[in-house]
Nanobody, 113 residues
C-alpha cells in the first residue's frame, strides 16, 4: 500500500488547512488510520486516530482544533486543522495505527506567528 499525503502549506497562526491522504489499496475497512507529524529535528508523533467504525482519538495538544475523518469509498483520510499554532509546524503523514505501512513523503505544514 502506498500512502500519499497532500494539502499542506504556509498559513498564519489562527488559520486553517485541510490535509488529505490517499491510499493505493483498501486498508481503511480493516485498519484504524492515523495522522502523524514530525517537526524538524524531532521524532514522529501520532496526533489523531480514526477507527474503522469511525471513532476518533486525539493527542491533547490538538483536541478541539483538529478533526480526522475518512471516506472508505475513496480510500482517503482527512485532517481538518483549525486555529493553527506555530507549534503545529511539521511534516504530516498518514499511516495505520501501528505505522506498519511504508511511509510516504508527507506534506509540510508551516504556521507563522
Amino acid at each position: 500500500v502506498q500512502l500519499q499525503a497532500y494539502g499542506g502549506g504556509v498559513v498564519q497562526a489562527g488559520g486553517s488547512l485541510k490535509l488529505s491522504c490517499v491510499a493505493s489499496g483498501n486498508i481503511f475497512s480493516r485498519n484504524a488510520m492515523g495522522w502523524y507529524r514530525q517537526p524538524a529535528g524531532k521524532g514522529r508523533e501520532l496526533v489523531a486516530l480514526i477507527s474503522n467504525v469511525g471513532s476518533t482519538t486525539y493527542v491533547d495538544s490538538v483536541k478541539g482544533r483538529f478533526a480526522i475523518s475518512a471516506d472508505n469509498t475513496r480510500n482517503t483520510v482527512y485532517l481538518q486543522m483549525n486555529n493553527l499554532k506555530p507549534e503545529d509546524t511539521a511534516v504530516y503523514y498518514c499511516n495505520d495505527w501501528t505505522g506498519s505501512q511504508p511511509w510516504g513523503q508527507g506534506t509540510q505544514v508551516t504556521v507563522s506567528s
